[in-house]
């Protein structure tokens, strides 16, 4: 742990001495100082060595602290090193400050840097490799078979070869030149985007949402069918790809309730591998970009999920450097490497201004998608910042999930594109989604109630059908039907939901929506039971006057009439289910003769309780 020191280990030789890992003191001591005042030394030393490099745990907080400041295009110097290594807590790590003082008053020049790293380097190469020796005399003492052995040889020349590839040494030069005929004979537009279209191989994306989207559930189906080479979001099979989850959010019993629901089990989750509240230091320190750098070796992941980003921070949300030194420690690395990864984020307190926190946090990914629940299973996901541009902007998606009995159906679980074909009328889509306008029109036309069919008529009759329905959507239903026989055919405005009542939504409890005792059970896999789509309807006791034909009413829908005097009701009385004003109640006013006072004027009930 990096808040321990670290004390050198005796090992024993074929001679029976003991001694301690290989390291340079000296060399160190004068490359940690040296930095502390010179950004090109720092540049110059961070293309042979890394933190990793260094022996001594103060040396590499030194180091990490000045790697922030460069980060930040900031001159670095031992006032501002102690100032930021104050600001953490860590002061105690450097001798309370003192060391910093030692080591950059007693320095070299900048020119000499490079050389006292190289030392560095091989010290380190020294170290690694007396590492893998006590690895290997462990394996032996231990009885471990050839191979065991082999394969104990065979990771530890993957990994310097690996580490000589990619950044540490003088390859790291010539390595990160564009060869112009290979750069100009690829057509990057022509690249195989990863299942589902959403982001290419190797990039980043944030996938933001408010807490009623169903941003994991959503995320958990995706993954699995990316790592077991099943179509999703219309999108045809792949090749299988090895996937790292980091669930900090959902715990276990929810996350094995909902992969059921996807049809997953023992022996088809494919190449996911799943690590539920891992023990990770904080991502945006060192010691955490390191930790997933190991763990991501271990599984060989190409892709890497963080549910949710903010359990994996240490720094507040609304500061620049927390995201900056989160892109520093592990998704710099992780870009490095070729390695895609996907951040879930909440929105923030203004949806506009899409996740919370600094505005830092996008600026270092390929795409912002942005996922939001639209009512009656439907969600909208769209694309609000891009730096390539390819692939599709936006989807609409129908979420779907049946129940079996108190448990949710075994493969009854997806997300699936929504086409012209789930339209009104059809027989899946949104008509076949309980709580949605489109429902409650196909129910009002399977009991047979006329075009010219009213809001009174039509809230008796779902009540009466047990459907459930808001008054707003009832009303947004009556106006569509009625509409049928001015304008033929459906409705397909843009503007479905004008105004989506409060439901429960996948992965959340409702605040909104009542218990319901008929119908127990979850929303969705891994949620607490709640009536699925809108609240029921309240009874409405039949009225002792009308013909069943339906009331008049003005064109605006927003506005019931009174069925009595037939004159707009003010929103408190159709919210809560009454159809006349409160002058007109038979309880109350003076029903069923013409009231007394004033009701051509509206304004004088809207003060009724």
Known sequence: MDNVRRIPHPTADQDGLNRTSPHDLEAEEYVVGVVMHDRQAYEQCSLLINREDLFVPAHQLIWDTVAGLVATNTEPHPALVRAEIEKQGQLHRVDGGNLIYKLGTHTISGAMAPAFAERIAETARQRRYDAHSTALKAAIDRKADGEELAALVADFQQAEQLRENTGRGPSHLTASLLDWGTFFATDFGAIQLLLGKLMGPGQQITLVGDGKAGKSLFTQEWMWRMATGQPFLGDTPQEPLPILYLDAENGQEQVQERFLSFGAGPRNMGSLRYASFPPLRPLDTAGGGADLIALVKATGAQLVVIDTVSRFISGPENDADTWLNLYRHTLLP????????????????????????????????????????????????????????????????????????????????????????????????????????????????????????????????????????????????????????????????????????????????????????????????????????????????????????????????????????????????????????????????????????????????????
């Open 334 to 609: 992780l870009k490095r490497d070729r390695i895609a990864s996907i951040r879930l984020d909440h929105f923030g307190k203004d949806k506009e201004r899409g996740g919370r926190g600094s505005s830092a946090k996008t600026q270092d990914v390929d795409h912002v998608w942005e996922l939001s629940y639209q009512g009656g299973g439907t969600l909208a996901l769209k694309r609000t910042h891009t730096r390539t541009g390819i692939g599709p902007d936006q989807f609409t998606i129908l979420r779907q999930a049946q129940r079996d009995g108190d448990n949710w159906a075994h493969g009854g679980t997806r997300h699936v594109p929504m086409t012209w074909e789930d339209e009104p009328g059809a027989t899946t889509g949104l008509a076949a989604i309980p709580g949605t306008v489109e429902h409650i029109i196909a129910t009002l036309d399977r009991a047979g109630l006329p075009n010219d069919t009213g809001n009174r008529v039509a809230r008796e009759k779902l009540a009466e059908l047990q459907v459930p329905g808001g008054n707003n959507k009832i009303a947004e239903a009556v106006r569509r039907r009625k509409a049928r026989s001015e304008t033929p055919g459906f409705d397909v405005s843009p503007e479905r939901f004008p105004d989506p009542s409060p439901t429960t939504f996948p992965g959340n409890v409702s605040r909104n929506a009542p218990r319901n005792e008929k119908t127990p059970g979850q929303t969705f896999p891994g949620n607490v039971g709640e009536t699925p789509g809108t609240p029921p309807v309240p009874h409405v006791p039949p009225s002792k006057r009308g013909n069943g034909e339906g009331t008049p009413e003005q064109a605006d829908p927003q506005n019931p009439l009174c069925t009595v005097c037939h004159t707009p009701l003010p929103s408190f009385r159709a919210n809560r289910g009454y159809d006349t004003h409160l002058g007109c109640d038979p309880a109350t006013g003076s029903h069923p003769d013409k009231p007394t006072h004033g009701h051509n004027n509206p304004d004088e009930h809207h003060g009724a309780a």
